[in-house]
């Protein structure tokens, strides 16, 4: 369970920690694998974001056959696999992560730095061509597994900062700014390639794309063959799910998808002279993040996307409170955030909105050796994101699914909106629901230093009118 005072304490250290950050513009060859949370670049370059957006159709057609569904897990495995090969073979690209299915990569090569002709119609040339390959290797692993993955890619031009945060021991490549944001926000879930406002003057003036080297093919068929659907097993976790383990293994579950975001913060990076402290902030209150999350209220904390997190709350990590657990895990995201605006003054105009969604979901850990992500498929995913998207700075927006397996005083701090259920719950008003069922009547302490004290009920006591240890 979260509480203040410890939360101040961690958040003065996590924002101590970076004192020494330093944020500088990549202007020279560099291995952003090597960046640190105290050593940030400013990376000009293009967004990509590449989605199959029939995922979820063919997820639907699936159902609970685990024929079907081993099947297309070696497809997206495949897929995953070869795009990220394909991606490395260009100079200047990096795979950032897959959201679910979804690439997102950066190109920021050539330099501005160089004497290079035209760095931005070169750089945004690359993410084109990749994307026009990209195509055409789907087909090639549609030939080899059955399934077809229709494509849209998001693109945008712009400077973000890259830097890196751990998760149990692992190293996250995050980027934080505009055009990130852009490139996923013109996504319309139809097939196509769009564009944001900075990439859109430069469309015209783009050659045409290279085909796909014939060589490729032979790539699919070697990867199918190294995989066959028969490694390709699914479980119900009985425990807390161990993804560097997992391999092409899927665990299959009921679950709470979630997804906190920083409100606000795209903005102040965007139009901060200085952005170091942005930065130190942003460490500060990811790790307080990640420890509501996975800490306090056992969720699994999946990835950072930028400034915001996701989670994912189960019965195997959290007990059957799982759903009730993933709100009060958004209420105590309230909280850090005004805890933020209170220490952090840089932080002041920041928001905290969540979205949270309910469904059956997989799990698996897809990639290439040593470059894999945590990826976590089902309905509830992308409606959870959705949520979060459509809620306000300060609110926790869920779904009916949610709401309904909610405890019935918790369901009291929410008002209908729609088909969805809003709350402006912190952590403390939710511990005041929680004492208030624990203690329905009044009550009274009773006992002494060297028999222990307690609180009992008492028909002659006080009514608890508030928390007194959520502090």
């Known amino acids: 369970m979260w509480k203040e005072t410890e939360a101040k304490e961690r958040l003065l250290k996590s924002y101590d920690e970076t004192k020494d950050l330093v944020v500088k513009p990549l202007t020279k060859e560099m291995n952003l694998e090597n960046l640190t949370t105290t050593d940030c670049r400013i990376v000009t370059g293009v967004h990509l974001y590449l989605d199959p957006v029939n995922l979820q159709q063919h997820l639907d057609e699936a159902g609970e056959d685990k024929e079907k569904l081993r099947k297309l897990l070696r497809h997206l495995h495949v897929y995953q696999r070869v795009l990220t090969s394909l991606l490395y073979e260009m100079d200047g690209a990096e795979k950032i992560h897959f959201q679910g299915a979804r690439l997102h990569a950066i190109f920021y090569k050539p330099y501005d730095t160089t004497d290079v002709k035209d760095p931005p119609l070169k750089r945004l040339a690359a993410a084109n061509q990749f994307v026009s390959q990209a195509k055409e290797l789907s087909k090639l692993v549609t030939a080899e597994t059955g399934f077809t993955f229709n494509l849209e890619a998001g693109i945008e031009a712009g400077d973000t900062i890259a830097t890196v945060n751990g998760r149990c021991g692992s190293r996250e490549l995050l980027f934080v700014g505009e055009a990130a944001n852009a490139a996923a926000k013109v996504l319309t879930g139809k097939t196509g390639t769009r564009y944001g406002p900075s990439a859109t003057p430069l469309v015209a003036s783009l050659p045409a794309p290279e085909a796909l080297p014939e060589r490729w093919e032979k790539s699919v068929q070697e990867e199918c063959s190294k995989f066959p659907i028969s490694h390709f097993n699914l479980f119900e976790p009985k425990e807390r799910i161990d993804f560097e383990r997992l391999g092409v293994r899927t665990a299959k579950l009921d679950a709470a998808s979630f997804f ?37 209220y056992d969720g699994d904390h999946i990835q950072y996307q930028g400034d915001r997190i996701q989670g994912l709350f189960y019965d195997a990590a959290a007990s059957s409170r799982y759903v009730s657990k993933s709100f009060e895990a958004a209420a105590a995201m309230q909280s850090v955030m005004k805890v933020c605006q209170e220490m952090l003054p840089t932080l002041a105009e920041v928001g905290m909105t969540v979205g949270i969604d309910h469904g059956r979901v997989l799990v698996t850990y897809l990639g290439l050796k040593g470059n894999r992500d945590i990826v976590v498929l089902g309905e509830s995913v992308p409606a959870a994101s959705a949520l979060q998207d459509g809620a306000k700075p300060g609110q926790t927006k869920v779904s009916k699914t949610v709401h309904d397996k909610l405890e019935d005083d918790l369901k009291a701090l929410f008002a209908a909106e729609g088909t969805a259920y809003l709350s402006t719950a912190d952590a403390e008003q939710v511990a005041a629901k929680q004492e208030a069922r624990a203690y329905a009547g009044k009550v009274a302490v009773v006992g002494t230093a060297s028999t222990g004290v307690r609180v009992v009920p008492s028909s002659s006591g006080v009514q608890p009118a508030r928390s007194w240890w959520w502090k």
């Open 260 to 296: 906190a975001d920083l409100s606000g913060f795209t903005k102040l990076v965007a139009e901060a002279v200085d952005k170091r402290d942005l930065l130190r902030c942003l460490h500060a209150v990811r790790a307080e993040m990640h420890q509501v999350v996975r800490a306090d």
